[in-house]
């Protein structure tokens, strides 16, 4: 694990001198050049990516460039440096960095800081454990000078260089180190698998103390002297803007102090959100709806529909679809569909700001920190430096608070600017579900022809919906020649069609009005169901057990059958259920990780009940098994929530739905029992916090089939009374 571009001790102490007395040990991202500070004459000098700090006091401060959602990489990612420190948990502590590209910034994303696309763990596996091993070799030189010995000599315990009979601990040691070079990567031996302490061992999470006693600060929390709340009254049609209103009756509100005009809409400020509530529901608002008024769920479809019935663009291609179809012994032709989502998070989106002259400084939970601090900067006339950023824990982000847009941020800063003092902006519930960015309906058509034996010779499947990458900073690197990747992730590069030697797939990217973005998992939210439910369609034509069907389709694919066998193992398969009950199986890789999930339903007049769901996952080397289930199970709940429930809908350019009584996620009675399986592997480490939420949907689908005879192609699954 060399380093190209070493630190040299004048850079990095450019780069440390503000984290006060320690040893503290910056490193670097491969890649992380094109954010070079300068150069001197000892070489090439760097901004530092992420920070180590060992006090005095012996605590041990990790500066996490990531943002923590409950996905546990506060957690996780801490115990990588842990491990190869050899560092004393129980003095660990983890802060949010300060926002900055340039110390943080991340190569796969471009150099840009922001947390998303279950990348934290398998992006920073190498270049956190190098830190946590720099810091110790730099420990064992301090402790070897003061004794008077050779580094070779000492050994470490956690939080303890030891030398014979003699000791001394980090904290004791931390200042002398501080003054040492930093250890060249070069020299640095990772421990072997065999050897960790901490990495694969069940560990409770940092962050859990804090939000159970409430330390724990939310977006939502912040609260300062001189803080005012704002609320913004938004078009109630996508697009639509102001024509003209009248504030005075929110003005007479006691508590509110400015009502102002925004590019997205009417602003309230006032003392405090009740205040700011009622005065903007006194808002007297002419709206010009604009070119969306129309916007109607069910003539969408048509068109979607439509649309698949032409020519679309490639997504992958091979042999001739036509012919081979035309020779199959059997074949399918169907259509499935799901509705456009929302992200629905717990904490509704707020952001705070407060504009001075030279500096803009946001408290928010944001998922997207370089974005946000360019686009402030531009609203404000600041350098994207002068734009200082506060992470703060996250109620839930999937996906939403990394938007390409930096909505909620951009119109808090526009709030800040146009009140002329500081301003929380907070979204009730209703607003981001009314007024938000949500994941695409899709359609999707496919007709697959089998041979005499019920096996494919021939997939040829559409796709329609809306591209999420398409007019962002993205679109260059994600969209080519008419394909957004994230549209067809799951199908195009699926292990049911890599060497089916007749096969096409096209998509068809229409633009609707609606604002679109990722929702935990992409693409694969809506592929998965399609796909694993589609194989079950093939099982059934072909007369074959499904999960007999799979393991003859994914022979070539050992991680899928690992997931496969171990899921219908820890199952039982087919063992005798309940009366009423039934098993559905569905396997799917996503994120860089496996995963397959059986799940147990049963019928209750028409509704749908899970009792059981089991997961297997491979994602590789397993950091914190503790974590992995949680996310397992935490997918499953968020998977079974549009399984079962949510839906948006358009009527008149606006959506129907407003909160959780309407838009329903999973309720805490309908969540069943989850058994999590994790495989041991030596892989490297793939995504969790969203690979765990694709094979729900299809798994519930095909226990549904099994238990009533009904194939339900339509999410949410919806029995029938026939």
Known sequence: MKSSNPISRRGFLKGSALLGSGLVVAFVLPGAHRFAMGAENQGEVFAPNAFLRIGNDNSVTVL???????????????????????????????????ASAADYGLAAFGGMQITGGSTSTWMEFDRYRQAGAAARLMLIDAAARRFNVAPSTLRTEPGVVIAGDRRATYGELADDAGKLPVADPAALTLKEARDWRLIGKPTKRLDTPEKITGRAKFGIDVQFDGLMTAMVARSPVLGGSVKSFEGAEALSIPGVHKVVQVPSGVAVIADHYWAAKLARDALKIDWDLGANAGLDSQVLLEDFRKLAGTAGASASKAGDVEQALSNAAKSIDVEYSVPYLAHAPMEPLNCTVKITQDKCEIWTGTQFQTLDQMIAGKITGLKPEQVEIHTQFLGGGFGRRANPTSDFVAEAVEVAKA?????????????????????????????????????????????????????????????????????????ADSPYLAKLANHQVDLHSPQTGITVLWLRSVGHTHTAFVMESLIDELAEAAGKDPVDYRRTLLREHPRHLGVLDLAVEKAAWQAPLPDGHALGVAVHESFGSYVAQVAEVSQDNLGIRVHRVVCAV??????????????????????????????????????????????????LNEMPRVEVHIVASSAKPGGVGEAGVPPTAPAVANAVFALTGQRLRELPLQLSGV
């Open 419 to 491: 009140a002329g003092m500081p301003v929380k902006t907070v979204w009730a519930r209703e607003d981001d579900i009314r007024g938000g960015y949500y994941r695409s309906a899709f359609l999707h058509q496919a007709r697959v022809g089998l041979d005499a034996d019920g096996s494919p010779i021939a997939w040829k499947h559409v796709l329609v919906g809306q591209s999420i990458m398409a007019g962002t900073l993205l679109e260059a690197s994600m969209v080519k020649e008419g394909v957004d990747k994230t549209s067809v992730e799951g199908v």
């Open 618 to 667: 491979d994602c590789g080397i397993a950091v914190n098994p503790l974590s992995i289930a949680a996310q397992m199970e935490s997918a499953i709940a968020f998977g079974l929530g549009f399984t079962l429930h949510s839906k948006l809908t358009f009527k008149d350019g606006q959506v129907q739905q407003s909160n959780y009584h309407d838009y329903q996620v999973l309720r």
């Open 64 to 98: 996490l460039g990531h943002s923590e959602m409950g996905q546990g990489i506060w957690t996780g990612l801490t115990m990588l440096i842990a491990e190869e420190l050899d560092a004393d948990w129980s003095k660990i502590r983890v802060e949010h960095s300060p």
